[in-house]
């Protein structure tokens, strides 16, 4: 089969693959708008002030749903070749491996504009509610900021390696992807996270009463009843950041390898 790369060929790859999911993806817009106003509506009928909390209410929301929404989707991604049955079919379709592996991929990337509209379009008649009651003069709500201060960053790029870790365990996985992704998602998290990072605090800073920070980024303690926040700065600071940027195209590139294996 040629490999050659032919945009032209990708972009029939997409119209086919739109062709037979599209339903499915407009029922999902469909339950996830509906979500979203289940969350947010109860409070835009009980909200009559203007107050700073409902950003940040808004925001853990975000991350939340999200997460959970794009480990779902991603887990899906790679559904085609889950079995023989299905798996043959699309493998022998007249197209190169990574014009195939795009397509699932672009429909990820895709999915987060989709989101973000999705709740925007919710949070938006969650406001105009919300706005409507507000006395004259006081502030109005506007669309929560996703770059604005109510947002962790680490927040931000949890989000984004939730998808590419949940699309490896797609290819990885033929059956419940999304569970056992999950659970190795978690086991990783917690270990790396929690135990090594609650292990390396210690050993550094002995004697110390540690609070939660951003993991290997910060540390904070109290010492002669002050706080205290240490951070990473340098070149420390600058590993830190290299690996975890490096770590969202390695996982997309694991997936691809994983992929070209499932083919031959």
């Known amino acids: 089969m040629n490999q050659t790369f032919s945009i032209n060929r990708l972009g029939l790859l997409l119209k086919l693959h739109l062709h037979e999911h599209l339903k499915s993806y407009l029922l999902g817009m469909g339950v996830l708008f509906g979500v979203w106003l289940l969350m947010l509506l109860p409070s835009a009928t009980k909200v009559d002030i203007f107050h700073e909390s409902i950003y940040r209410n808004h925001a853990m929301l975000f991350g939340f749903i999200f997460g ?27 197209a190169s491996q990574l014009e195939k592996f795009l397509v699932a991929f672009l429909m990820l990337l895709v999915f987060i504009p989709v989101f973000m509209g999705v709740f925007y379009t919710a949070e938006g008649i969650c406001f105009s509610i919300i706005n409507a009651r507000l006395p004259q003069g006081s502030p109005r709500y506007e669309l929560l900021n996703l770059l604005g201060p109510h947002i962790d960053p680490s927040m931000r790029y949890l989000t984004l390696i939730t998808l590419a870790f949940f699309l490896v365990g797609s290819i990885y996985f033929p059956k ?60 420390p600071d600058l590993i830190i950041k290299t690996i975890l940027m490096l770590a969202i195209p390695a996982l997309l590139y694991i997936a691809y390898i994983r992929f070209k294996e499932k083919e031959l």
């Open 68 to 94: 959970g929404a794009g480990a779902w989707f991603a887990s899906e991604s790679f559904r085609m070749v889950s079995t023989p049955v299905r798996g043959i079919p699309f493998l022998t379709l007249p």
């Open 176 to 235: 419940l992807p999304f569970v056992k992704t999950g659970v190795i998602a978690f086991t990783l998290f917690f270990l790396v996270t929690i135990v090594l990072n609650e292990f390396l605090l210690r050993h550094l800073l002995p004697g110390h009463e540690m609070y939660s920070g951003t993991p290997f980024r910060d540390a904070r303690f109290i010492q002669n009843r002050r706080f205290y926040r240490l951070e990473l700065e340098g070149n």
